[in-house]
């Protein structure tokens, strides 16, 4: 019987390893697979794979376990590579896009996906992405590679730009996991819902969004959500433990282009010039839009993480439940054969009419043995394929500057972004980029320092 090789690069994210392999092993046809993982760090190299073992006896996983601190010997003979780290960490990294971004008047929440931060973050991860193609294309050339780095857009933009043979999928959890926030906010089984979505990473909507009845019959679930917001029980606090974040950003969203988006309002807030704006704490009160809610979280998830590792060091045993992320389930189709329907970032090929061929578009596609294939959507209506443009051309602009070495591109993209060029002015914008690209020296390709 064959066994697939899977290679986890930036396995040092223990929990994110655990329960995306706690989903492989729950899959009768890769309950054998062999895992390589691979991280720069060996301390937390060394964590994961104490938890990743205990998981393999605990759920009877039969499959070689080897661990790797450099980037070749991990891919070499894989069928799938699973990329998930962040370049320059917290520290010093995010803190620095915060606090320069700061400095200069521009509050951000999360900043790993437009912005400045955005940017930053693309700029000092897509070289590390361009290397992993590289060797993939000379070690393991047939292999599928499944990335959940951020930002996904540009950098799932930029791998097809410089590496089009690759096979690759941009991955993220807001399409499925906002349906089952939205059954939780009208009390309903997310397993009754049917949807269309489409649109570009963190910024896809609900082209329709049906629940079954008990006759079989489905029905339009908009109105149901939208009298459930203006009665005010929706949304429902608490979602996912965190009180800073209530989720009004989307549903104002929502109410005013008539359809849902996928993303986070913490995320969605810096996506556009609406919410967050100098001289305005009435919008951050009214829409409870967390500034700064990235770095509290990673300094929450460092203080658990010691505690949660001594737990892990004590168990006998290491069992998860079944999530809702992707990846073992297209890595299940692709290597057994069995259909599924998957939400993935891919290049634009004519799927959506009104956005720009070969930008990042999510999009429903079919997997299977044929591999990966995108749904055609048709076009968008005008209203979301317009604001989805104003992120877009970010993205493309710190693509252009990425693959061309065009350091200028790089303060075009920060001028063009909505939220930026909301609150600051052109000069004010070319000096905050000035300085976060200094502050990021040793981080950012050389050439960019000139």
């Excluded at 070690?139 to 599928?144: D, E, F, N």
């Excluded at 001594?310 to 290597?335: C, D, H, K, M």
């Excluded at 939220?419 to 914008?429: C, F």
Aim: some cysteine; overall charge negative.
């Amino acid at each position: 019987m064959r066994t697939p090789n899977i290679t986890f690069i930036g396995a040092g994210s223990t929990i994110f390893v655990k329960n995306i392999l706690g989903d492989v092993f729950h899959k009768p046809a890769l309950k054998n697979a062999n895992i390589s993982l691979m991280d720069i760090d060996p301390q937390r190299l060394e964590e994961s794979q104490i938890v990743v073992r205990k998981l393999m006896d605990s759920s009877g996983a039969k499959g070689q376990l080897n661990c790797h601190t450099e980037l070749k010997p991990a891919l070499a003979g894989a069928n799938f590579v699973i990329v998930a780290f962040q370049i320059g960490g917290y520290e010093p990294c995010t803190v620095t896009d915060f606090e320069v971004c700061k400095r200069h008047g521009l509050e951000q929440t999360i900043a790993d996906t437009l912005g400045p931060g955005g940017i930053m973050r693309a700029l000092r991860t897509i070289p590390h992405l361009w290397q992993i193609c590289e060797d993939m294309t000379e070690v393991c050339p047939q292999a599928t590679m499944l990335n959940y780095v951020n930002p996904m857009a540009m950098n799932t933009w930029a791998m097809y730009q410089q590496f089009p043979h690759i096979k690759q999928v941009g991955l993220c959890h807001s399409v499925q996991g906002t349906a089952h926030e939205l059954a939780r906010d009208l009390d309903i089984d997310p397993a009754t819902l049917r949807y269309r979505c489409a649109g570009i990473n963190h910024m896809a909507f609900y082209l329709t969004l049906e629940r079954q009845l008990e006759s079989g019959k489905y029905v339009n679930l908009y109105p149901e959500l939208l009298a459930a917001y203006e009665a005010g029980s929706a949304p429902k606090p608490g979602l996912h433990h965190n009180q800073r974040c209530q989720n009004l950003v989307r549903y104002e969203l929502f109410k005013k282009f008539g359809y849902f988006v996928t993303e986070s309002s913490e995320h969605f807030a810096e996506y556009t010039p609406y919410f967050i704006k100098p001289g305005r704490p009435d919008l951050i009160e009214r829409y409870k839009v967390p500034l700064d809610e990235y770095p509290k979280r990673c300094v929450e998830q460092i203080a658990r993480w010691q505690d949660d590792l001594t737990a892990y060091r004590q168990a006998e045993r290491v069992e998860v439940p079944e999530s809702n992320e992707y990846a073992s389930v297209i890595i299940n189709s692709l290597w057994s054969g069995e259909p599924s329907v998957i939400y993935g970032n891919v290049r634009n090929d004519g799927l959506i009419t009104n956005l720009p061929d070969g930008c990042c578009v999510e999009v429903p596609c079919l997997v299977d043995a044929n591999g990966i294939q995108p749904t055609a959507i048709g076009r968008l209506p005008t209203h979301l394929a317009a604001l989805m443009s104003t992120n877009i051309n970010v993205q493309a602009l710190v693509t252009e500057a990425i693959t061309e070495r065009k350091r200028e591109s790089i303060y075009h993209a920060a001028l063009l972004d909505p939220h930026t060029a909301a609150v600051l002015g052109m000069d004010e914008i070319y000096a905050l980029i000035d300085e976060l690209i200094e502050a990021h020296r040793g981080w950012l390709p050389e050439w960019i320092h000139g």
